[in-house]
């Protein structure tokens, strides 16, 4: 009875929260998480007897419905399914810049100086797909996520898994040019086909298994124009998007210091873009 009344107070809280959302920031929408699924009892049932007339041959009967069977065998032994309504999609990014031999949170608008070394760092906070792109004076974006030394040039990112550019102990260096250097953040449920196309080779069709799956990183730093970054914004920026600079304490109790950005879109098309400027003076 108690697990009964728990998991319907899970329910209503759940939905409380969808009918409610619009009220939320853009951090609570990124720290919000699905209600747990219970579990069915997986303790394998006996079958029961089944008896057999001796006079009468067992008759084979024709297979049944495949799908119909595929389903039954389905509920009684995996988890539930939940309904195809996603949580609001989310991502925090924060820059990591170089102190001594540590790399540390610092304030996004910070204006930087020739010398110093950063580090973006960026989590969703569901499973989705990301692409980060660097915007030069000449007008041409260069890719720099995915990248093939980061999990083979797999982009897709999942909830609280940080990613963290560029890889390993590499860093972005400003040099003796001052200006504002422009980066995107695209995240994306699915794949988003006009940057895919530019940025990966599918596998070879006539291989057996080959698929969309199967892809190649294209060389790095392939350019890319800045049209189609202009027209991914205009795209995406016409969303319900909602930002938030966040100054304070985390939920572990660590200092955090991020931006937090938003849509309320809850389908498997829901998509964001967010502009990054790292100001050098």
């Not at 084979?60 to 609001?88: E, F, G, I, R, W």
């Not at 692409?131 to 797999?154: A, C, E, L, R, T």
Request: a neutral charge.
């Amino acid at each position: 009875m108690k697990l009964i009344a728990g998991i319907a107070m899970g329910i209503l809280g759940f939905i409380a929260w969808a009918q409610n959302d619009s009220d939320l920031t853009a951090r609570q929408l990124f720290l919000i998480t699905a209600p747990a699924v219970p579990q069915p009892d997986a303790t394998p049932k006996k079958a029961p007897a089944v008896k057999v007339k001796p006079v009468v041959p067992p008759v084979k009967k024709p297979p049944a419905d495949t799908a119909s069977t595929n389903h039954q065998k389905n509920s009684d032994t995996s988890a539930l399914v939940v309904p195809a309504s996603y949580t609001p999609l989310a991502l925090k990014y924060s820059i990591l810049q170089r102190k001594g031999t540590n790399y540390e949170e610092v304030d996004p608008e910070t204006q930087f100086r020739t010398g110093d070394r950063i580090r973006v760092k960026v989590e969703a906070n569901a499973t989705a797909y990301l692409y980060i792109v660097m915007g030069g004076s000449s007008g041409q974006w260069s890719v720099i996520f995915p990248s093939k030394d980061i999990d083979g040039g797999n982009n897709q990112v999942h909830a609280g898994k940080p990613c963290t550019i560029p890889p390993g102990n590499d860093s972005f260096y400003f040099d003796e040019t001052a200006g504002v250097e422009k980066v995107s953040l695209v995240l994306s449920r699915a794949p988003e086909p006009d940057l895919e196309k530019l940025i990966y080779k599918a596998g070879d069709p006539s291989r057996t298994g080959d698929s969309q799956e199967h892809k190649t990183i294209m060389a790095q730093n392939n350019p890319i124009d800045g049209t189609v970054v202009g027209h991914l914004r205009d795209q995406m920026l016409s969303r319900d998007l909602v930002f938030e600079k966040f100054d304070g304490t985390a939920a572990d109790g660590k200092p955090e210091k991020a931006f937090y950005a938003a849509t309320k879109d809850k389908s498997d098309k829901a998509q964001l873009f967010v502009d990054l400027k790292l100001v050098h003076k």
